[in-house]
């Protein structure tokens, strides 16, 4: 019938505006309820081809990004992240940073005692621990090493593993994205070439600072800063206009989630597990990771492939 029934347009539009506002309505739901608890538990073997037998089977656990006084930040999600921490047994544990959320130390989140009472916790500072004053930073450090916690500033720690047979350099620069990081200060008295009798780590915030360490030197570099994405509609571990944050200014590191393999450095960049910002998470989920040490590495992947040296093992 031409023009079809008086109205029926009107009420078309209606029905599709209704379904886009419930779709909205479901996916807002899930962003800020759902998915900041929908911890995503990451283990990877990590080829290491120089690893000496003492550090066969060495294992590293990595959280990041804990943001403790953000709303929709879950402290539900934070224990269960360190509870699955201790549950690997790992030889060393790494914090990447930003522990609160306002650059002041809040009440609760000493939630590192645990795990540090057994375990090397090495950690660095993120940008959202320098948010407040010099004498807030120090608050929040003092608290951190109250709890048995390692907070290394430009520095670099040597972990003797295995009952002394094995051990790892980890060297840690302060936050990248504020420019504290001094990573030549950091590796003062290390050589700038890769150690085969000691695997070095590389810890920062902000994942940018694998592009000034050297060609082939670390065996692996830990970082955290993006979250993700936290609220993300692309699919690419790099950065593009389709990461929201970034176009709020809040995602400012090229490398924005995952493994990557830059000038022959691996890196992984934890999700982390508290927000910022806004208190949702699409898509890019909380994540608590550990890489355990091998010295095989995939041959078959390329030398610019990530994989070559990091392999996901299925939970
Ligand atoms: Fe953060």
Redesign the pocket.
């Known amino acids: 019938m031409p023009g079809g029934r008086p109205g029926g347009g009107r009420r078309r539009i209606v029905r599709i505006v209704t379904g886009i506002g419930g779709c909205g309505l479901l996916l807002l739901a899930y962003a800020s309820v759902l998915e900041p608890r929908r911890l995503q538990i990451l283990r990877y073997q990590l080829g290491v081809p120089d690893l000496p037998p003492a550090l066969e089977g060495v294992r590293i656990a990595h959280l990041?990004?804990?943001?403790v006084g953000m709303a929709g930040t879950r402290r539900s999600t934070l224990r269960r992240a360190l509870d699955i921490a201790r549950s690997w047994s790992p030889d060393v544990v790494a914090l990447t940073?930003?522990f609160v959320?306002n650059g002041r130390w809040e009440r609760g989140a000493g939630l590192f005692t645990d795990l540090a009472r057994t375990t090397p916790t090495l950690a660095v500072l993120?940008?959202?621990d320098y948010r407040d004053s010099a004498q807030s930073t120090s608050t929040i450090v003092s608290a951190l090493q109250a709890e048995g916690v390692q907070v290394l500033r430009n520095v670099h720690r040597v972990v003797r593993l295995r009952q002394g047979d094995g051990e790892i350099a980890f060297v840690a620069v302060d936050d990248p994205s504020l420019g504290r990081d001094n990573l030549t200060a950091a590796m003062a008295g290390l050589p700038t070439t890769r150690e085969p009798r000691r695997p070095t780590v590389l810890l920062g915030?902000a994942p940018d600072i694998v592009d000034q360490a050297p060609p082939d030197r670390f065996a692996l570099t830990l970082a955290?800063?993006?979250?993700g994405g936290q609220l993300r509609f692309s699919p690419f571990k790099r950065r593009t206009p389709l990461e929201l944050p970034m176009i709020a200014g809040g995602l400012d590191s090229a490398y924005a989630r995952g493994t990557h393999l830059v000038n022959g450095n691996p890196l992984f960049v934890n999700s982390?597990l508290?927000?910022?910002g806004i208190p949702l998470r699409f898509l890019a989920p909380p994540q608590v990771a550990c890489f355990t040490l091998t010295r095989t590495i995939d041959k078959t992947k390329d030398a610019d492939d990530p994989e070559r040296f990091l392999t996901e093992i299925p939970n």
């Not at 990041?64 to 943001?67: G, I």
């Not at 955290?224 to 979250?227: A, E, F, I």
């Open positions: 990041t990004d804990f943001h940073g930003d959320h993120g940008n959202h915030h955290g800063h993006t979250h982390g508290g927000v910022s």
